[in-house]
């Protein structure tokens, strides 16, 4: 955590409490220590991991004011949360609303367990699962998320089938991609933002609507 960390929080008017960011560091430091022993991320990322992670998490915050869409009481999926990003980031900044973090990677699983029991987040559900069709336990959402999970042709379908109609699917992408995501689908919503020496991110949004 460093300036330029707050200067981005400040940037998207995201003012985190003491509590918050207490379980922030938290979240960081138990992170890289069992990183050593199970490869949660990649050890290039470790040294990254602020900015990379934790604070490209964040502009999903932001998106929802775009979109005039209160937090409080949504129900959240994060497909292939990873050691969880975005969700557990969310979680902890976003307490009133409810998130459900699905991860297949057994150690990632239990990483996640864990952290949760240490940072008491009794918002976030955490399920040992991959997605898949028409899987009623993953399902009837009001976002799902996805940060890293594979290419968007692939996982459009599947995201945006865990939705309920008039949800939306929401996916991190670096912003030269945009014209290889239209050939799947033309996003309803774009979010651009840059972190620190990263390309420039966005979060590519998409509509769930009646067939």
């Known amino acids: 955590m460093?300036?330029?960390f707050f200067q981005k929080l400040a940037e998207w008017g995201i003012n985190p409490s003491e509590n918050q960011l207490e379980k922030l560091k938290l979240f960081a430091e138990e992170l890289k220590k069992k990183n050593a022993r199970i490869n949660l991320v990649s050890r290039k990322d470790v040294e990254n991991l602020w900015t990379r992670h934790i604070l490209d998490s964040?502009?999903?915050i932001s998106l929802l004011e775009e979109?005039?869409?209160?937090?409080?009481?949504?129900k959240i999926l994060d497909a292939g949360t990873g050691a969880g990003f975005p969700g557990a980031i969310?979680?902890?900044?976003?307490?009133?609303?409810?998130?459900t973090l699905a991860e297949s990677a057994q150690r990632k699983y239990s990483f996640l367990l864990w952290i949760k029991g240490k940072l008491?987040?009794?918002?976030?559900?955490?399920?040992n699962k991959?997605?898949?069709?028409n899987d009623r336990e993953l399902s009837g959402f009001d976002v799902c998320v996805e940060r890293a999970m594979g290419k968007i042709e692939d996982v459009l379908p599947l995201c945006l089938g865990t939705v309920r109609?008039?949800?939306f699917f929401a996916a991190w992408q670096n912003e030269e991609n945009l014209e290889e995501i239209k050939k799947t689908k033309n996003p309803d919503f774009i979010y651009n933002y840059s972190v620190s020496g990263e390309k420039k991110?966005?979060?590519f949004v998409f509509k769930k609507t009646a067939i």
Not at 67 to 74: Q, R, Y
Not at 90 to 99: K, N
Not at 120 to 127: D, H, M, T, W, Y
């Open 90 to 99: 969310l979680a902890i900044l976003l307490p009133g609303t409810d998130f």
């Open 165 to 167: 109609e008039g949800g």
């Open 130 to 133: 991959r997605l898949e069709k």
């Open 201 to 203: 991110r966005a979060i």
């Open 58 to 60: 964040v502009p999903f």
């Open 67 to 74: 979109l005039k869409v209160s937090p409080e009481k949504l």
């Open 120 to 127: 008491k987040l009794s918002n976030a559900a955490i399920v």
């Open 2 to 4: 460093d300036e330029i």
